[in-house]
C-alpha cells in the first residue's frame, strides 16, 4: 500500500529525481517500470523543471506534488492519501485527479475539507462533523 501523510513525506536532503529512483531501487522496480512511472508522473504532475533541485528548496506545492509523485510511483494496490492537494495549484491539482483516477486495480482512501475533490474523486463518500 501506499501513504501520502499531509505532512512532506519526501527525503529533503535529495533531488526530486533522485527522491523518486531512491524510492523505486528500494522497492524493487525493474529499471524499464521505473523509468516509465517516473517519467509519467514527472510529466503529469509538472516537476521536470525540479528533477535536479533538492526537496528542501521546492515551494510547498512542489513538494506536496512530490510527496503524492512518491505515493503513486508504485501503483500502490491500496493508497492512503490525507489532503494530497493541499498548497497545490488548479492546473496540478486536475493532473493529480487525473493520475488517481487512472489507477487500475487500485484503492483510494484519501481525507479532504474539499467537497469538489470528493465529489470528483470517490465512488463513495463518509462525512465526519465534529470528530
Avoid: W
Amino acid at each position: 500500500f501506499g501513504i501520502c501523510p499531509q505532512y512532506d513525506s519526501c527525503f529533503e536532503v535529495l533531488t526530486v529525481g533522485e527522491n523518486l529512483r531512491f524510492l523505486a531501487d528500494i522497492k524493487g522496480l525493474s529499471f524499464a517500470d521505473s523509468q516509465h512511472n517516473i517519467k509519467l508522473l514527472v510529466k503529469t504532475m509538472e516537476l521536470t523543471e525540479f528533477m535536479d533541485i533538492k526537496a528542501c528548496n521546492l515551494s510547498g506545492g512542489n513538494r506536496r506534488k512530490l510527496s503524492c509523485a512518491l505515493t503513486l510511483l508504485l501503483s500502490p494496490k491500496i493508497d492512503f492519501m490525507d489532503e494530497p492537494t493541499t498548497g497545490v495549484d488548479p492546473v496540478s491539482r486536475r493532473s493529480l485527479f487525473k493520475m488517481i483516477k487512472k489507477l487500475q486495480n487500485s484503492s483510494v482512501l484519501m481525507t479532504t475539507h474539499r467537497m469538489d475533490e470528493a465529489e470528483q474523486l470517490c465512488d463513495k463518500i463518509a462525512i465526519m462533523i465534529n470528530g
